[in-house]
């Protein structure tokens, strides 16, 4: 449902139901190794669909052409939502999948883009863009039936905050262009832990990218992306170890 506020303003109301099947991967009873981090999967036959109840409201604001500013609000209800779980085995490590009881997560996400001719003529052709979450959500989990390291946690690849930002230039025939982006997220688990492991957490990473797109004949046009400027690595750790790092 969409509320016209005036000619530059809207009020945006959603509600839906969606459902996640498991993978096959995730369902296949078979071990097998990952290439990156050499741990031993195994399929859980028995992992249900997952099903989820989303609800938002948007304020969107347009004060010119090409530039907006939004407000969002959302919550989300899973039943059945599939975690990807660290087995506290005496052997070799094992990764399987189970379903949660439940979930919640809710937040707000902030989103804003505006050309910078305001501030200098000469800025004009440049374009400023910034997008930010926060959430929270919170797992329930059955614990008759698992032995979690932490039953008071986030759901499992859930970040507190994402920030998104960039800069965007076009050239005035609009046959050039170029494009700067800074990512950060807050960290999040990849697989929770059964007990004594902790659980296994992926660490922010500051990362800044470049792309530039230029024009090589009449009709074809070529881009260069230059990516992870900041040589930020790929850092999960379980406890005070660091399982995995790599750029």
């Given at each position: 449902l969409?509320?016209?506020?005036?000619d530059?303003q809207?009020?945006?109301?959603?509600a839906?139901?969606t459902?996640?099947r498991?993978?096959?991967r995730?369902?296949?009873?078979?071990l097998f190794?990952?290439v990156?981090?050499f741990?031993?999967?195994?399929?859980?036959a028995?992992?249900k669909?997952a099903?989820?109840?989303?609800?938002?409201?948007?304020?969107?604001v347009y004060p010119?052409?090409g530039e907006g500013f939004?407000?969002?609000?959302?919550a989300?209800?899973f039943?059945?939502?599939?975690e990807r779980?660290?087995?506290?085995?005496s052997?070799?490590r094992?990764?399987t999948f189970v379903?949660?009881?439940?979930a919640?997560?809710?937040g707000?996400?902030?989103?804003?883009?505006?050309?910078?001719?305001?501030?200098?003529?000469s800025?004009?052709p440049?374009?400023f863009?910034?997008?930010a979450?926060?959430?929270?959500?919170?797992?329930?989990?059955?614990?008759?039936?698992?032995?979690?390291?932490?039953?008071e946690?986030?759901?499992v690849?859930?970040?507190?905050?994402?920030?998104n930002?960039?800069?965007?230039?076009?050239?005035?025939?609009g046959?050039?262009?170029?494009t700067?982006?800074?990512?950060?997220f807050?960290?999040?688990i990849?697989?929770?832990?059964e007990?004594?492991?902790?659980d296994?957490?992926e660490?922010p990473r500051?990362?800044?990218?470049?792309s530039l797109r230029?024009p090589i004949?009449?009709s074809f046009?070529?881009?260069?992306?230059?990516?992870?400027?900041?040589n930020?690595p790929?850092?999960?750790v379980?406890g005070?170890?660091t399982r995995?790092?790599?750029l």
């Amino acid at each position: 449902l969409t509320y016209r506020v005036n000619d530059n303003q809207n009020l945006r109301f959603a509600a839906s139901r969606t459902l996640s099947r498991p993978e096959y991967r995730e369902l296949a009873p078979l071990l097998f190794r990952e290439v990156i981090g050499f741990d031993n999967v195994l399929g859980n036959a028995s992992l249900k669909r997952a099903l989820i109840s989303n609800a938002d409201v948007r304020w969107e604001v347009y004060p010119s052409a090409g530039e907006g500013f939004s407000v969002s609000l959302f919550a989300k209800r899973f039943t059945n939502p599939i975690e990807r779980v660290y087995l506290g085995t005496s052997g070799t490590r094992i990764i399987t999948f189970v379903n949660a009881l439940g979930a919640d997560n809710y937040g707000i996400e902030l989103e804003l883009r505006k050309n910078l001719g305001s501030l200098s003529e000469s800025l004009r052709p440049v374009t400023f863009f910034s997008n930010a979450t926060l959430n929270q959500s919170k797992i329930r989990i059955d614990q008759t039936s698992a032995s979690v390291t932490n039953a008071e946690r986030r759901m499992v690849g859930q970040s507190p905050y994402v920030f998104n930002s960039g800069l965007t230039w076009s050239s005035p025939s609009g046959n050039w262009s170029a494009t700067a982006l800074y990512n950060v997220f807050g960290e999040r688990i990849t697989e929770a832990g059964e007990i004594p492991l902790p659980d296994v957490v992926e660490k922010p990473r500051h990362v800044v990218d470049l792309s530039l797109r230029f024009p090589i004949a009449e009709s074809f046009t070529a881009r260069i992306d230059a990516r992870n400027l900041t040589n930020a690595p790929f850092r999960f750790v379980q406890g005070p170890v660091t399982r995995e790092r790599y750029l």
